[in-house]
């Protein structure tokens, strides 16, 4: 079949998929399943195929012919899109099931194939106006599915400043689009790279994408609505829309002539999401919003490697920024794959414990083995170690930073403070989930719900372990997937590249299998030399302390103190300290939390500042008559003065 | 056939030979001290007799507290594999492997800290969150010399990258790797292999409930990693391909010696730091790393 059919028969699947949805819950799974397969193989098809994908239909939509497309860039989106969207629907069938939810579990079939439907639409569209109208349509679709929950009041919260951030880099996305249109004439989207006319929109584009992909300072809505999200629809919306921001910066730079700054500056703002972001994930003691904050530095990460292929542009079209693009479009996929899997896995967590305070959790490896084992494997592939996944497409960034440095021109200067940065985000990357998977799995159980967990059913296993296979995959044979991004790389700005595949991946891959192997086998053998010693059990020596007791265990805040407090600065911690006073101390604590610091101390103030300002406008507004008699005076005699000045020039 | 045959010599010199590197520092302590001091083959020793006892496990552990040590130990001895041993080379050598190298050093730490959260102490926890936070720092100081030493050679292959000698920053680049290699090695200043007080340590505490094969296994793994960042210092500062293979061969071992008496020499003549300086510590190894990378890159734009 040929992709049109293939997009066609998706689109109709997920439209009977949000017919069938509040009423028929096993149909709503086939149906959403199916069209998760359809689009997958359309977008397989255009990515494995040579030739693009494009259809103008002689039907219109508010004015506008509707022009589709499907290159390289878009399909490899589509493809991580019908990836996580078919997983999560299997995943919120025992998560967020009906008996469970009766109410908004229906609710939630509705949004979830229309969320679905719409970025597909957004990914396909190739009119100014319809990917607007999509863009909106599926910022609609994730407010109500992060608000599925809106009993509760932060769910509310969190759900309303979604919208509000989202709609103002709607504004933004406005602003670019009909300037667009009306420097060209035509609401249609192709590349036009000729003309320079259009190089400045280029900045309009970046902020509006920037708020959806959340970058450092623009991230404010991502934190709490990944939180408090019903876990299948946060993985949805880290695993796939904020990657809509990325789609539409990658598109949008390689279609639209660029700035000479712009590479620059998108490293920049690349390299501090990735270390502030992580940062900040590093000092949450909240699991999903340590995830979420993960996902603010992953976003840089992907930005590093974009900015590293904007730079190349203007260094003379040079190689290294194809790999450094060929990085980052990996660590869509890749990151995709791993945060999904790790917000199902945190999922799994708050179904059997009701909580996401890791200080309250604590030892669940006895009664959730498969959950642990999952989650330690996300938690190694996203902190970029080998052997898996996230560390092939990070490997990509840095040998385009790299060659970069190696190069000597002006392009050293971004890629070289790039490339340590890099590091440094991986190092505290890598903490966050020593921290994260140890404080929820080993150890003890702090609380009694962690004591009585239990494991997930096989609806929430499934799709777990098919993400975990999608991260294995790819990391020990990533020449399977490199097609896949060679052809997105070259579809970018138009440009063929020869499709060969680097040598060094092959090597990187064949490491990675040897790796696996030897891990496995010094594992067993360890494992097998410690039992045949006479083994014994016994409660944790701790240089002999008789009585360890579940609270001395150390906890989260702990364990990421020293970071945070080099990071103080930016993470503003709010501290309540009573120290233990006299020869038999009471009682003494020490609490420590890191606010939403962006949000709390420089968007809300300002925010404030604002509506004070609007309110003490309002006081002209008062329905006494004769000022607005007074304001039409002297309204008119300020024109009549400016008329006559301007006159008399 | 050769390809394995090196394979072995390349396995045989670090599983082999690493174990020596304590003692040797532990003889220079010794005689600085003026003691007679444990013998050279002390560690040797202490491996056999660990490898024959019995384990105890924590109650709490997983089986990860088992796993975790071998894959460590797998980890580091697959970074010792990518670093050229002088004329003997690599085992294996590609573009970016480097980047490799540097990752999984970082694997094993993760698997270190996993094992050591498992017995859900106090004591482990904090050894645990003191080696991956000064970790951030090493990490931007290794970051930041495999870069100057990628820009001075103009290769992101190690064995091409360590070839030549480090240039106008070699000094500087010696002396943040040194550094590098005592933090990374919790060596004093940074940690004292020797304490018993479990509060002032970073590695040595993580591995308090360790016991039998795998407190093997953790011991004969750090004195790789010993040898590997003793190794990688003296190529990245030597110009050894320059030299025959068996002058380079010579010159290296000197080299390995120098450093590992260096670091006795240290632990004798320095006291431990208190703790809230040892990131001033790694940012000025940092630093320097930091400028043996920039005079890398100018000498090469004149």
Known sequence: MTPGALLLLAAGALMAGIVSGPWFARSWLTFTLAGAIAGLAAALSVLFGAADWEWWSAFSLGGELVHLRLDGVSALFLALLCVVGGAGAVYAREYWSEETYPASAPRGHLWWSGLVLSMGLVLVSSNGLHFLIGWELFTVCAYFLITLDRQRREVRAAGWLYLVASHTGTVFLFAFFSTLAARTGSWDLHPMQDQAALTPLFWLALAGFGVKAGVFPLHVWLPSAHANAPSHVSAILSGVAIKMGIYGIVRFSGWLPVPAEAGGVVIGIGATSALLGIAFAFAQNDLKRLLAYCSVENIGVILIGVGGALLAVTNGDAPWGRLALAGALLHVWNHGAFKALLFFGAGSVLHATGTREMSKLGGLWRTMPWTTGLFLLGSVAVSSLPPLNGFVSEWLVYLGLFDAATSKGTAAWAAMPAAIMLAMAGAIAMASFAKAGAMIFLGSPRTRAAEQAHECGNFMRAPMLALAGVCVVIGLAPILIWPLVTRAVGSWRAVEIAPEVPAPLITLGLVHVALTILVATAAAWLWRKAHATDLRRSPTWDCGYAMPAVRMQYTSASFAGIVSGWFRWVLQPERKLRRPHGNFPAEAIRLERVPETVLERIIGPVSVAIMRGSTSVRRLQHGRLQFYILYLVVGLIGLGVLVMLGGAQ | ?302
């Open chain 2, 1 to 302: 056939m050769i390809l394995i045959l090196d394979v072995l010599l390349h396995l045989a010199i670090w599983l082999l030979l690493a174990p020596l590197l304590p003692g040797i520092i532990n003889k220079v302590k010794a005689w600085v001290a003026g003691r007679r001091g444990p013998p050279v083959l002390q560690l040797y020793y202490d491996l056999a007799k660990l490898w024959r006892k019995g384990v105890v496990l924590s109650t709490l552990a997983s089986p990860g507290f088992v796993i975790g040590p071998a894959v460590g130990w797998i980890a580091v001895l697959g970074a010792a594999m990518l670093l050229p041993l002088g004329p003997a080379g690599a085992v294996l050598s590609f573009r970016g492997d480097v980047l490799l190298m540097v990752y999984l050093l970082a694997l094993a730490r993760f698997c270190t800290a996993w094992a050591a959260m498992e017995t859900g102490s106090a004591f482990e926890g904090m050894g645990a969150a003191r080696e991956v936070s000064y970790a951030v720092l090493t990490e931007a100081a290794i970051i930041a010399a495999v870069l100057s030493l990628s820009v001075q050679s103009g290769s992101t292959s190690l064995v091409a990258m360590l070839a030549p000698a480090a240039g106008a920053g070699a000094m500087l680049l010696a002396a943040g790797l040194f550094t590098v290699l005592l933090a990374e090695n919790c060596r004093v200043p940074f940690d004292d292999p020797n304490t018993h007080l479990e509060l002032t340590m970073i590695h040595e505490v993580m591995v308090l409930d360790h016991s039998g094969p795998p407190l093997a296994v953790i011991l004969h793994g750090a004195a790789i990693k010993l040898l590997f960042f003793a190794v990688l210092l003296t190529e990245a500062v030597l110009p050894l391909g320059k030299l025959s293979p068996a002058a380079a061969a010579g010159v290296l071992l000197a080299g390995v010696m120098v450093v590992t008496v260096g670091v006795g020499l240290v632990e004798s003549l320095l006291a431990r730091l208190a703790f809230r300086r040892v990131p001033l510590l790694l940012t000025t190894a940092f630093l320097l790393c930091l400028f043996a990378l920039l005079m890398a890159w100018k000498g090469g734009a004149e």
